[in-house]
């Protein structure tokens, strides 16, 4: 089993992804949030940390790209590869209009000719491997079965599926039938992601999805970083896991800040993670009105330190 954090822009940056690593276990693969505007060889959009081999190890990390032209992707995977990074994942999975309208992201599964075409020229252009996230059609979930013969005629690495619609953005739940429909029918390896905040939700998912093996998880595990351990079965005590969330937080928000060069912008990136994180407590909401106003540094400081000495983590979150 092979299980992977799916990439959030402005929280899964390569502090995240680094510190996550000392602290937890059970992912085996990430992703970077995607890049974009690679209009040239050596683009400047690929000199960042996101990116910087000194920063990050290209035989777990994947760099992604949001894009609709075939060029752009070649080059993406080019200089990625001369970077020597071994795999590039295409972003066919965005559900947000301002992105999708533009025919990117989930936007390009309505036009599956236009897919196959930017298929067809990537394939003959680039030699590293290419995987691709998407979800099962932008309007509807009927989408993705005019692809499925393109899926198959190309030799993508994996192919990762958020069983929604990109309309749906992520409200209701994730199709798990749906994806068990057409797993069958996609003959490159598959990674289901959608919907698993706890061991329970595994369990229930992969029951149905006896074929697959690679599960990515995004939500739940912003949640609760302890997830994919649980999932292998890790165990930790109440007092650990406390402690080691709270060692997590404070490194990572004091890492933040030492790359940020101590500019109190880094506070927007901690309240995104909250946002997620605030769930693992049993009075999230509690947690979340201490947080969601900071703007001050030393309040902020303040702040984390009260929520982790007065409010109680839910027992298994």
């Not at 990674?191 to 595994?202: E, R």
């Amino acid at each position: 089993m092979i299980l992977s954090l799916a990439p959030f822009q402005g929280i899964t940056d390569s502090v995240y992804r680094n510190l996550f690593k000392e602290y937890f276990s059970g992912i085996d693969k990430f992703y970077t949030p995607f890049f974009t505007g690679i209009h040239k060889d050596n683009s400047r959009s690929l000199r960042g940390e996101e990116i910087d081999i000194k920063l990050n190890d290209v035989n777990t990390l994947t760099p992604q790209i949001l894009g609709n032209d075939a060029d752009e992707i070649i080059r993406f995977a080019n200089q990625c590869q001369a970077m020597g990074y071994k795999e590039i994942n295409l972003n066919m999975g965005c559900p947000f209009p301002r992105v999708a309208n533009k025919t990117r992201g989930c936007g390009l599964m309505a036009e599956p000719q236009r897919v196959k075409e930017i298929f067809e020229k990537v394939f003959n252009n680039i030699e590293i491997k290419f995987s691709l996230k998407c979800r099962l059609g932008y309007y509807k979930d009927t989408e993705i079965d005019e692809l499925i013969d393109t899926f198959n005629a190309y030799p993508f690495s994996e192919i990762i599926i958020h069983p929604r619609i990109g309309k749906q953005l992520y409200s209701g739940s994730a199709n798990v039938e749906r994806f068990a429909e057409i797993a069958p029918l996609i003959k490159r390896p598959l990674v289901y992601n959608g919907d698993i905040f706890s061991v329970d939700d595994f369990k229930r998912i992969s029951e149905k999805l006896p074929s697959v093996s690679m599960f990515m998880l995004g939500r739940g595990l912003l949640t609760n970083p302890f997830l994919a351990d649980e999932i292998k079965g890790v165990a930790f005590d109440y007092e650990e896991r406390k402690k080691r969330l709270h060692h997590f937080v404070v490194s990572l928000y004091l890492e933040r800040l030492r790359h940020a060069g101590g500019s109190p912008k880094i506070i927007g990136c901690m309240k995104e993670l909250w946002s997620y994180l605030m769930n693992s407590f049993e009075e999230p909401q509690n947690v979340w009105r201490k947080v969601k106003k900071i703007n001050d540094l030393s309040l902020y400081e303040e702040t984390v330190e009260i929520i982790f000495r007065e409010e109680k983590l839910v027992h298994n979150a």
